[in-house]
């Protein structure tokens, strides 16, 4: 596999290509943060740049697909032939990009298509980044007019399994010097590896936190979460109090609403019990299709009616739009793919 320019800080990057002078080095910079391959940036000399094809530089977008409802699906081809998922959500707001952290996930989970297959291998940051880049290239944007203002790490994989790749990406994504999106702009989405939420918090990633919780017993949660033998709702509670208190940041709780398993009264009193005495949300979620699973959605009636009782509960909560059903790109349905019949 080809070393990935996108995986280095600026002065990283001096001294992985032995580029000099300097500038030559913020120019090298500048051009991959804005997208550019090294053959297009043209303020190089000609021989620098025969010299820099040596390396990678991101992830290619092979395919793409568009939703109804705006938002795309892509398809990344990494250096290494491997295929990775992610999804594009225009919002009033601004651009939102859902990016994947591992090649497949080992954490299984019940609902989701990512653990299919299980681990492939860990993304680095520049495979990461790569994503970001790619896609707000695609949508005119560049190092200084960006036209992704959101990242969510939602793809496909546990980012917290991926530590410190996903801490290193979320350096440079935030870097100043590079296509600087705020940490304050960008959610992590874990499903509860607890030491490393602490290790968050302590390392200053003052990121949205949000925590895969899908059930409000531990019992009921080692039913469709594997990883719940190993972490119990209390001790995620704890890291997440840690998280609040060190950043200051409201923590997000998703919970995808299956049919029969999470949805009754008692589920609300405990989300109640769960998310009382300090800054937190609700995220309900539509479950989405999986061919390979055989969990299935509640009626929006029952979803409706566990969101009153949330509320007579005194939980913050609201039922998350879903982008991306039509083709495959919802909450849950991101996977390792494949192109031309190749896994």
Do not use: W
Not at 85 to 104: I, K
Not at 135 to 141: A, D, E, F, M, W
Not at 162 to 189: H, P, Q, W
Request: aromatic residues 6%; positive net charge.
């Amino acid at each position: 596999m080809k070393v990935n320019l996108l995986d280095f800080t600026l002065s990283e990057l001096a001294e992985v290509t032995g580029l000099q002078p300097a500038y030559r080095v913020k120019q090298l910079f500048h051009g991959i943060s804005s997208g550019l391959k090294v053959n297009e940036i043209s303020v190089l000399p000609l021989n620098v740049r025969a010299e820099l094809e040596t390396f990678a530089v991101g992830v290619e977008i092979k395919e793409s697909f568009k939703s109804v409802d705006g938002s795309e699906k892509y398809l990344y081809e990494l250096s290494d032939g491997n295929i990775i998922e992610g999804v594009f959500m225009p919002h009033s707001y601004g651009n939102t990009l859902c990016v994947s952290t591992q090649v497949g996930c080992r954490m299984n989970c019940a609902f989701c298509a990512s653990g299919i297959g299980g681990l492939v291998r860990n993304l680095t940051a520049g495979e990461i980044l790569g994503q970001v880049i790619a896609v707000n290239r695609l949508k005119g944007g560049n190092k200084q007019n960006r036209q992704i203002t959101n990242v969510v790490l939602m793809g496909s994989g546990e980012p917290l399994d991926n530590y410190d790749n996903v801490t290193k990406f979320l350096s440079l994504v935030s870097a100043e010097d590079g296509i600087n999106i705020s940490l304050r702009n960008i959610s992590l989405s874990t499903c509860g590896l607890t030491e490393n939420i602490i290790r968050l918090a302590d390392d200053g990633f003052n990121v949205t936190l949000s925590v895969s919780l899908h059930a409000t017993t531990d019992e009921s949660r080692r039913e469709i979460m594997p990883i719940a033998n190993k972490y119990t709702i209390a001790q995620i509670v704890d890291a997440v109090k840690y998280y609040f208190n060190k950043t200051g940041r409201r923590i997000i709780f998703e919970y995808s609403m299956i049919k029969g398993k999470n949805l009754d009264y008692f589920d609300a009193v405990r989300l109640g019990r769960i998310t009382k005495g300090y800054p937190c949300h609700v995220n309900l979620i539509m479950l989405n299709p999986v061919k390979e699973k055989d969990l299935n959605a509640c009626s929006p009636k029952d979803a409706e009616r566990f969101l009153d009782r949330l509320k007579e509960n005194g939980v913050s909560a609201t039922l998350r739009r879903s982008f991306g059903n039509d083709i495959s790109g919802a909450c849950g349905q991101l996977r390792r793919s494949r192109l031309g019949g190749k896994k």
